[in-house]
T-cell receptor, first 112, second 112 residues
Framework: GQQLNQSPQSMFIQEGEDVSMNCTSS?????WLWYKQDPGEGPVLLIA?????ELTSNGRLTAQFGITRKDSFLNISASIPSDVGIYFC????????????FGKGTKLSVKP | ETGVTQSPTHLIKTRGQQVTLRCSSQ?????VSWYQQALGQGPQFIFQ???????GRGNFPPRFSGLQFPNYSSELNVNALELDDSALYLC???????????FGPGTRLTVL
């Protein structure tokens, strides 16, 4: 079935650093969504993107819907400790019938 | 506006038993979707309900079944439980037009 390639798989951050992660697919997607999931909780929606080229911000978070409709990125500026967690990209493509396809996640941790 | 709620929070069953998980959708939403999330993975789509009918199904066997009620609450039923069914089960409600889904906190199912 359809898969999303999300990278990096994990990364360590120091407070104040900017963070970038991305997602690519082999099919054209109609919607791109970015979620954050903390341990033992459900994913929380951060940003939703609906049009190719769309650039949307939510506080320190910025995400873009790629022009080719096969990729998306999420940037976090000036990271803070509460940014740690697992970030997932997800999206719908033409044949997905309500099915959100998820990436495998990017785990953000604090540098020791 | 109330969020998505799920019950129970945790559940332990033995192999071969049956289980029912419950979800209450966010006010104003007309779709309910269920996902299975194994440890360290992204959520996998089980099925979606719209107007009390199944509206798309992922790669899960028929022993996974569901219901949506007129008040948009929903149930996920799993028969003949197997050890591999141990996972976090997530319910998400949304609007069919926008394709955006909002998740509940999940039910952690352990099959022994």
């Amino acid at each position: 079935g359809q898969q999303l390639n999300q990278s990096p798989q994990s990364m360590f951050i120091q407070e104040g650093e900017d963070v970038s992660m991305n997602c690519t697919s082999s099919s054209i997607f109609n919607t791109w969504l970015w979620y954050k999931q903390d341990p033992g909780e459900g994913p929380v929606l951060l940003i939703a993107l609906y049009k190719a080229g769309e650039l949307t911000s939510n506080g320190r978070l910025t995400a873009q819907f790629g022009i080719t409709r096969k990729d998306s990125f999420l940037n976090i500026s000036a990271s803070i400790p509460s940014d740690v967690g697992i970030y997932f990209c997800a999206g719908h493509y033409g044949g997905s019938q309500g099915n959100l396809i998820f990436g495998k996640g990017t785990k953000l941790s604090v540098k020791p | 506006e109330t969020g998505v709620t799920q019950s129970p929070t945790h559940l332990i069953k033995t192999r071969g038993q049956q289980v029912t998980l419950r979800c209450s959708s966010q006010s104003g939403h007309n779709t309910v979707s269920w996902y299975q999330q194994a440890l360290g993975q992204g959520p996998q789509f089980i099925f979606q309900y719209y107007r009390e009918e199944e509206n798309g199904r992922g790669n899960f066997p028929p022993r996974f079944s569901g219901l949506q009620f007129p008040n948009y609450s929903s149930e996920l039923n799993v028969n003949a439980l197997e050890l591999d069914d141990s996972a976090l089960y997530l319910c998400a409600s949304g609007d069919r037009v926008s394709d955006t889904q909002y998740f509940g906190p999940g039910t952690r199912l352990t099959v022994l």
